[in-house]
């Protein structure tokens, strides 16, 4: 079993920057891919960024390449690192671990609770 849990979530005018990190129970947890979703009132879960427990293969959604980048942060932890962040950026953050790389939220067998992520204008 492996318990995920984020932080890093907050306010911030568009343009800003927030750094999001996800920290794993297990000792396991390196064996994982590890992805970032995203969920805004009223829309399904979308696909935010992944990589693979080597961090050799990193996938981002067209709408924050360039913007926002996914690493891992020693054998337990994951970030992603939001810069240029848009108001459209609002959504709670979910970070995911699965067995195979993907971006499809079905893939993932593990989620966290979520951390809020707001951007004003």
């Known amino acids: 079993q492996v318990q995920l849990e984020e932080s890093g979530g907050g306010l911030v005018q568009a343009g800003g920057s927030l750094r999001l990190s996800c920290a794993a129970s297990?000792?396991?947890?390196?064996?994982?891919?590890m992805g970032w979703f995203r969920q805004a009132p009223g829309k399904e879960r979308e696909f935010v960024a992944a990589?693979?427990?080597?961090?050799?293969?990193t996938y981002y959604a067209d709408s924050v390449k360039g913007r926002f980048t996914i690493s891992r942060n020693g054998k337990n932890t994951v970030v992603l690192q939001m810069n240029s962040l848009k108001p459209e950026d609002t959504a709670i953050y979910y970070c995911?671990?699965?067995?195979?790389?993907?971006?499809?939220?079905?893939?993932?067998?593990?989620w966290g609770q979520g951390t809020q992520v707001t951007v004003s204008s």
């Open positions: 995911a671990a699965a067995r195979r790389i993907g971006v499809d939220p079905g893939q993932y067998d593990y």
């Open positions: 990589t693979t427990w080597s961090g050799s293969v």
């Open positions: 297990t000792r396991t947890f390196g064996s994982y891919t």
